[in-house]
């Protein structure tokens, strides 16, 4: 799990759809697997991927994007670790085209999060890109 930090302090925000509010983008949470046949906790039509991203936003009116995060993730080389993002990505770059095809639940978190109850998880059902390089970072 890595917490986001942006180093020119500027948060990354989005809103609008279904989406209550507008929800402002906190942390990042990544599973992988050894190799390219596994490493995502969910299936989509029992087919598991090689690797899963997690974002985390909060609700700001509630009172209080792979390639983008390429470097960070190179420089997290072991659990528990964290690395400063340079700037925050364009979220169009971490989800799919299609933003209609998805399936919602509510659920808890996969990590301990402070003051975080039930989350809502929003998974994708179209995959995006990920390149066997961009794999190997996480190696």
């Known amino acids: 799990m890595g917490a986001v930090t942006w180093a020119n302090h500027i948060p990354t925000t989005i809103s609008g759809g279904r989406l209550p509010g507008t929800f402002v983008f906190e942390i990042f949470d990544m599973h992988w697997g050894a190799n390219n046949s596994y490493g995502s906790e969910h299936t989509i039509n029992g087919y598991r991927y090689p690797a899963e991203l997690h974002l985390g936003f909060r609700n700001i009116n509630a009172g209080r994007g792979i ?31 299609r933003l209609d095809r998805y399936v919602a639940y509510t659920g808890s978190p996969t990590a301990v999060i402070p003051c975080w109850g039930n989350v809502v998880w929003y998974v994708m059902l179209e995959p995006i890109r990920i390149l066997e390089r961009e794999l190997e970072l996480l190696a």
């Open 67 to 97: 390639a983008p995060l390429a470097q960070s993730l190179h420089e997290i080389k072991e659990a528990g670790s964290s690395s400063q993002v340079a700037s925050p990505p364009n979220m169009k770059q971490l989800l799919p085209k």
